[in-house]
C-alpha cells in the first residue's frame, strides 16, 4: 500500500503518522480539516478528515508498531496539530 512504501524505512511512530499523513491528505485538508468533525468547544467545527484514509493510517500505523488504536489516533491527533501550524 501507499502507506507501508512511504513509512517502511521509518522507525520513528510519530515521525512515520506524519509522513503517512502528509502523503495521503492535501495540505487544505491538513490546514482546515479535524479527525472526525465533531463539535468543538470554541469556534465551528472543523470537516473531518476523509475517514477512510484516516482508519488505513491508523491500521497500518498500529500494525508496524504494533500499538494499540486508541495510541495511534491521540498520536495522529497530535500530529494534525502540528501540521496544522507548519502548512497556515
Keep these: 500500500s501507499i502507506i507501508k512504501a512511504e513509512i517502511q524505512h521509518e522507525t520513528r511512530e510519530v515521525k512515520a503518522i506524519a509522513q503517512a499523513m502528509c502523503q495521503l491528505f492535501t495540505p487544505h485538508q491538513l490546514v482546515t480539516c479535524s479527525m472526525k ?17 484516516r482508519n488505513a493510517i ?14 495511534v489516533k491521540e498520536k495522529m491527533r497530535g500530529c494534525l496539530r502540528r501540521l496544522r501550524l507548519m502548512h497556515k
Design 58 to 71: 491508523i491500521d497500518v500505523i498500529a500494525k508496524t508498531f504494533d500499538k494499540p488504536l486508541v495510541d
Design 37 to 53: 468533525g465533531a463539535t468543538t468547544t470554541t469556534g465551528s467545527p472543523r470537516p473531518s478528515l476523509p475517514a477512510a484514509e
